[in-house]
């Protein structure tokens, strides 16, 4: 009688340990699915590696790491290190202090010469620009050998800097589907301010307008009656889907215009062009690509599909609000700052010095070729 008590019991608590480190082993797929975002290895690497002492002692080694050439839009101040799986690293702008910084950064088109460089120094060129307007002169010799990291939008750059970050929610936002799809008596909306681009945009959309209705908005098209993002907020309201069109076809390429569809208040279903490899970064089933259609008339097509479906349409939306995007441009930088910091204290790659030239152009970037566009 005892016996089977006893069996029973630890049976029982057996199945309670089970029960308590499946429950832990879903915690902790969870968890890693809260923090982990789109492709980000390097950020990865910082969340699993606890500092540890290197070098000296990690915690009495500082770096100054110093922004040079700084753009006009970002505030050095708001950066902190308390943020960073690093903390060991303080950000300073005074170019007296060239010679003492361990690293130095410099914003692409914030700077007209460069100074002489001290020797044991890292040099950093950044940019969140694609190739076609990242400033020209860094095709020259006297830039060559002179530096040795990046920080970009590029996910092989040491300081990766995406435009935003996207983050599954812990509260999903509770919505009526089916009136907002019953609201929805138009079907695509864009938004644009720049006519003419490297990916021919105006071009695509001309041709896929054939087939479909688009209605163009802002400075290329018909004012809006609701000033920056109010304007797509208002405008999902009635369409169906929203063209987040990038001005060049360049790899890892995709910027607030598709990562600012990441809010429980656009109810549209965005449509990316821009970074071929799209899918590496955004979640799936939440977006349409122009890279999964031959033309802009298959697209057209399968549009008409999707926006006339309830079901389907409601899905790309219901997958969409699982997500949210962080802040945007202004602070895309301190994700790179941190990766920075990272890199400072972990040397993990050989010294090296980039051909920037060769490092922004090659393998990045196509022309469109599922449209005909006169030269
Ligand atoms: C590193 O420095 C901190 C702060 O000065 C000190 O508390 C700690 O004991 C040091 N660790 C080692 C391994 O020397
Ligand atoms: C959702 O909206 C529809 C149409 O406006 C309405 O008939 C329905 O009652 C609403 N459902 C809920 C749960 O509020
Ligand atoms: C749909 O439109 C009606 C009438 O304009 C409005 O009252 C309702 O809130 C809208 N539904 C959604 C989900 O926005
Ligand atoms: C909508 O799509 C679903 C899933 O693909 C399909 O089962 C259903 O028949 C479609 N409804 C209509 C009206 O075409
Ligand atoms: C940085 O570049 C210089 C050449 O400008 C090179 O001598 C040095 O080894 C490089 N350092 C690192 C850590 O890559």
Redesign the pocket.
Known sequence: MILTLIIKYSLAKNVCIGAIAFLFGIWMLWTFGQINYFGRADFNNIIKKQPQPLRTNASETYFTILFYAIPAWFNPKTVVFDECSYKNCKLITDKKLLSTSEAVIFHHNSFSTLPDKPSGQIWIFASLESPYHTSKHFNTEKVKGKFNWTMTYRKDAEGFSPYAFLRKQLHIPV??YT??F??KTNNIAWVVSNCQTQSKRQAYVKELSKYIDVDIYGRCGKPCLFKGEHCKMHLS?TYRFYLSFENSLCKDYLTEKILRMYSNSIDFIPIVRGAPNAKDRLPQKTYISTSDFQSPQKLAAFLKIIGSNKTRYISYLKEKHKYLASAYEKSNFFAGLCDICYHLNVRTQKPKTIDLNKWLWENQCHMPNDIHVPN
């Open positions: 919505k009526n009136s907002i019953r609201n309201k």
